[in-house]
Each structure stands twice: as C-alpha cells, then as structure tokens.
RNA sequence: GUCCCCGUAGCUCAGGUGGAUAGAGCGUCGGAUUCCUAAUCCGAAGGCCACAGGUUCGAAUCCUGUCGGGGACACCA
C-alpha cells in the first residue's frame, strides 16, 4: 500500500531535507532519523506540522538546536504546499500547510473510501490473538465481557493496521470442572427422564441453563446412562455438556458481534500428546527437570502441605520467581503443562503471540512468557508474546455493585446485559477505558442517562451526516461535489485536520495494542463535527446546505461525506454500527 | 512477605512510548433552540499530575524509594 495520507507524505519531505544537510556537511554522515517526528502540535496556533528533528540532531551535529532549525526551515519552504516552516520554543519546527494541502487530503479520504485510515504497517505478519476462553461451564456472563470485546477490537484494530489476524478461543475442556460440569448435566439429565432430584448438591453447577442439556441428552440417550455407573457415563457426558456449551457461548458472542477463526481444544491437545511432545524437548535441553517444588509463599502453607517430586519447567531462568510444575503427582499434566504447549502450537502458525486476559491471571504471565521464549527461541524462531491484561469490570446499578456468584447460579449474563443496554453500548463502554484500569459499569447510568453516553455522541454526528446528505440530495437535488472545495474556510479545514489524523491514530493505537485509543479519537471527531453543525443553527451561511449557493453546498457536503466516511471506518474497527438515523 | 496493575479537576476518565501554557465528560454557575431534529453547542469556575529523590536541553510520561487502592501468589482452572 502506498503512503498517501498527509502526515506520511511530509514526515518524508522532512526527511529529505535532513537528507539534503547530510549531503553537504551540516549533519554527519552517521545521522540517523529514528527519533524524529513529524506530528500535529498539541496548540493549533502553532500550525499543522510540528518536527522536533533540530532538537534531536543537534547534539551529533555539535550545534545548538535553533541553529540547526534555521538551516532546515528554508528547505523546507521550497516545498509548494508549505507556506511557512520557523523555529520556535526549545527548537521545534512549526510549519504550515497551504489550504491545498488539506483539501487534497480530503480529495484522498474521497478516494480511498472505506480503506481510509488502513495502514500497511503491519506488513502482512499473522498475529494471533487469543480472547475470551472462558471456561466452557456455563454462559458467558459480565466477567468475560470486557477481555471479549477489547480483544475483538484489537483483532480488528491489527488487521485494519496490516496484519494477518487468527482469533482464537482456548477451550479448557481437560479440567476437572468439566468433571463437575459433566455430573450436574447428568442430574439434569435424571430430572429430565421425571426424576425427582431435590436440591441441587454442593459441588455441582445449579444453573438453570443446564436443564435443556439435561432434555436433549434424555432425548438424545433415552434411560440408557441413568443409572449405571459414572464411569460409564462421564466421559460421554463431559463432551456433549461441553460441546452444548460452547454452543451457548458462541450464541452469546454473536450477540456482542464476536466470531473466532479458530477454538483449539485442550482435551484435543492433550490426544494429540502435544504436552509430552514439548516436555521431551524440554527435558533434551535441560529446561525441565524432577525436583521438589518450593511451598507456597505467603501466610500459612496449606495444611496438607507436603514436599513432593515433580517435573518443573525452569522458568525461574527467564524471569520467574521460581520454577513451576508441569504435572501433578498424579501424574496428569497441569494446566501450565497444557498451556505450555498449546502457546507452542500457536507460536507454530502465527508470527507474534497476543493473549487477552483477566487480571486475575496475572501471576501466571511470567511462566507462560518464560515457556514461549523457551521454546520458540529452541526452535530458532524466537515469537514475541504478548499478555494483555483486562482489569475486572465492577457492575453497578444505580451507584450499588451488583453481587454476582458463579456458585449460586445467580449471574448477569451477556445476554441479559445485551438485551438491556444494547450491543453498541456494550462495546463501546467497554472501549471508553484503557484496559488495565478498573472500571465501573453503571447500569443506571449507561440507560438512563443514554444521552450522556459517548456511543450515542458519535453516532448521532454519523446519523447528522447521514440526515444532511439525504435532505440535500431529497429536497435540492445536491451532491457532494469536489468542483469548489477551494471555497471551504478555516472552520471546514479544521475538521479535516482531525479527520486526516485517523491514519495516525489507528497506527498509533495498533502499535501500543490499544482500541481504546480509537474511541476516544472518535469522539474527539465527533465533537468537532457537532460544534461545526450547531454553528449552522444560528447563521445559515454555515450550514451544510446553504441555499441557492449550491457550489458551495456541494463542496461543504463532499466534506460533510468525507467525515462520515472516518466516522464509519473506526466505528466498524470497534465494531459498533454507524447509524443512519436516530 | 513476593509479584502485577492503578494513583491526573468534587466524580468518571483521556493524555499520541520524553515536548511548548495539563485535557474531556458529568456535576456547579451563566448563555444559545420559530431548529440542515438541542441525543447538540458556547462560556466560566475548578490542578502540588499521591509524595520524595534521580536521569536530560525538557518528565504527568523513564528509573529508585515511600505511601494509598485493587488483584494474584496450589499439584486449582
């Protein structure tokens, strides 16, 4: 993909000229431009280019910043749609753009449509990215919904920004809560063959989404598992209650707009003796070894604390506080044995690694970090892992936190939470905060209050739009038209400088890994269109249509298309819809 | 005790991987609506960027320590 987008094309005009001064001798031959930067200054008084190159070159130059800037500045006024370039403060370069500059650039969001903002930055390298993974035990409930929506819009955010992306889910289908899970479907299954079953025992799952599982399996299976032995029945039942499982959770992420490429089965994994596969490496390579492993540390040990012998993986070599098990004394593997050789497999088929999880996972970041290196690194291609950790959303209604609890069966589910709020104001809340913050999530606040919410905001400046160009186009038979985009002023140029900022930000936020960035742009954009429209209110000269000057018009609605156009493009990254009308 | 995250306006939060005078929303106060639907806009007040050192031309941002909040420290998943 070509560079065409304003900011690129003059960070290159600025590295020319810097090219030029080392051609003659006023910037050493081993100057290297890594540090400078071509970016929009924080004060618009300042102009619409800011460069801080003078003040990052002059130490090798042996000058002072301001001396080396008057040596750039004239360079770059040579430069048709520069009008001016001067230093200013410590040594930064201010320059401004003429109004062609900008227009063309709206030419180019005209041009470039819905790829508009779409970047080659990531050069095509398959990253993937592991979100949601929750415990195929039940619906997918509050708990998992801001790892699932922030790493869906990330996978959009990487792919948008050139990337190759796999979305996978990692179903923990091996552990013993799917023992638990398989005997609480069993119950159901008993009550749904007239069973009187009572109450539901401790230890097993009392939700109410486990009765149709019962149904089918009755319907499906007849009296055949009802009273024989659990070894008979469980394995069966582990994988029809899991697979019925994974049915209503992918059910439920359809509702928030969410679709995984791939879900990887740990239970399949282990079949497949992957875990054995890596601890034999692991083993040749002096990476895993029997030893006794250290007590817990903290308050008191566990009572049934005993030292025992185990496999341990030396993750304590790459940065982890000590060394952890692979396997239990039983024998089986632990999860981390599992998961160690789950990131391998998709170390295998990918060229970086993201993981989104719940902050509560994070004392387990470092074994798994330690384990990708290990192996990735053995296997000559080292792939750079990621964790990217979702702090606990707290849910409130009406300023009281709602008490949720896995055990009594008594949670909010995703599914409630869409129902009552709605799928874009779910997601977008979800974005309106940097992940690894905590957050609150009113309930009260985010319906009631609906006009407060930022969704609303940016959706309403789409929906303006929309409304205008249908009304020109109804009533006036006008379309937006480039003829006399040379008649738009300052006010209509400034909201082109925001907009043509969308190819940064989605660079910027694609870099850091970070959605939320794309939210907060949106609003800002947003803003400025809703101040440019309200302007209209009270003088009509401003308005979008301004009657019986149709060049005009058609130029401020070409502008008016172009910002809708942004607005769509990043709402569709987050993947919240821009509506047409409210 | 160790590790991770956080600490910015009264409240909820941004702050582009070191830049110029720290920004929004809500709330408070004062304005704008015979409308391209105000789910909007304009203005005012409100700050020791937790605290103390350090790094450099320059720090809310990076480093160290202290304090405060949250989370994790099992062969669970």
Excluded at 174 to 202: F, M, N
Excluded at 332 to 340: I, P, R, V
Aim: glycine share 8%.
């Amino acid at each position: 993909m070509t560079d065409t987008t304003l900011y690129k094309t003059f960070a290159a005009v600025v590295e020319d000229a810097l090219s030029e001064l080392v051609a003659s001798g006023d910037l050493p031959e081993s100057t290297t431009f890594e540090r400078v930067t071509v970016e929009p200054p924080r004060d618009p008084s300042h102009g619409d280019l800011s460069t801080n190159a003078a003040m990052v070159l002059a130490k090798p130059a042996k000058t002072n910043p301001r001396a080396l800037a008057e040596k750039i500045t004239p360079k770059l006024e040579l430069h048709p749609l520069i009008t001016s370039a001067e230093a200013a403060g410590p040594g930064f370069i201010n320059i401004r753009l003429s109004s062609t500059a900008w227009i063309d650039e709206l030419k180019t969001i005209d041009e470039l449509g819905a790829s508009y903002g779409r970047s080659g930055m990531g050069e095509g390298t398959k990253v993937n990215v592991e979100y949601v993974s929750a415990n195929p035990t039940g619906p997918m409930h509050m708990g998992h919904c801001r790892g699932a929506v922030v790493g869906d819009a990330l996978a959009s955010l990487l792919e948008f920004a050139g990337h190759e992306v796999i979305r996978e889910y990692y179903i923990n289908d091996a552990g013993g809560q799917v023992d638990t899970l398989a005997r609480s479907a069993h119950l159901r299954y008993r009550e749904a063959l007239g069973e009187e079953i009572g109450p539901i025992p401790e230890g097993l799952y009392p939700g109410d989404y486990l009765v149709p599982v019962g149904q089918a399996l009755a319907h499906e299976f007849g009296d055949q598992y009802a009273g024989t032995q659990e070894a008979e029945w469980l394995p069966l039942f582990r994988k029809q209650a899991v697979a019925k499982m994974m049915d209503l959770i992918k059910a439920d992420l359809a509702l928030l707009n969410i679709h995984h490429d791939v879900f990887a089965s740990e239970a399949a994994l282990h079949e497949a003796g992957k875990p054995a596969e890596a601890e034999a490496w692991l083993r040749a390579h002096d990476l895993v070894y029997d030893g006794v492993l250290e007590a817990p540390k903290g308050k008191a040990p566990p009572e049934d604390w005993e030292p025992v012998e185990l496999p341990l993986f030396r993750s304590s070599k790459y940065g982890d506080d000590q060394d952890r098990p692979i396997k239990k004394s039983n024998g089986q593997w632990t999860y981390f044995g599992a998961d160690l050789a789950y990131h391998f497999e998709k170390a295998s088929k990918a060229d970086a690694l993201i993981d989104i999880w719940g902050a509560d996972h994070a004392g387990t970041v470092k074994r798994i970090r330690a384990a990708v290196s290990a192996l990735t690194e053995g296997a000559g291609r080292e792939v750079p892992f990621d964790v990217k950790l979702v702090q606990m959303v707290q849910l409130m209604r009406a300023g009281e936190p709602v008490k949720m609890s896995k055990r009594s069966g008594n949670f909010i589910t995703i599914a409630d939470m869409v129902e009552e709020v709605g799928k874009d104001v779910v997601r977008f809340t979800m974005l309106t905060r940097k992940p690894e913050a905590q957050m609150e999530f009113d309930f009260a606040k985010v319906v009631e209050a609906s006009k407060d919410n930022p969704v609303y905001y940016v959706q309403y400046a789409h929906a303006r739009i929309s409304r205008s160009l249908r009304k020109a186009a109804d009533e006036h038979a006008i379309t937006p038209s480039a003829d006399d985009l040379d008649r738009l002023g300052e006010d209509e140029l400034g909201l082109v400088r925001r907009a043509a900022q969308f190819p940064r930000e989605v660079e910027a936020a694609a870099r850091a890994r970070e959605p939320h960035r794309i939210a907060f742009y949106l609003y800002d954009l947003a803003s400025d269109l809703h101040a440019f429209y309200t302007a209209g209110n009270k003088d009509t000269q401003k308005r979008f249509i301004v009657e019986h000057d149709w060049g005009l018009s058609g130029a401020r609605l070409f502008l008016a298309d172009a910002i809708g156009q942004v607005l769509r493009n990043g709402l569709g990254v987050l993947g919240v819809e821009a509506v047409e009308s409210m």
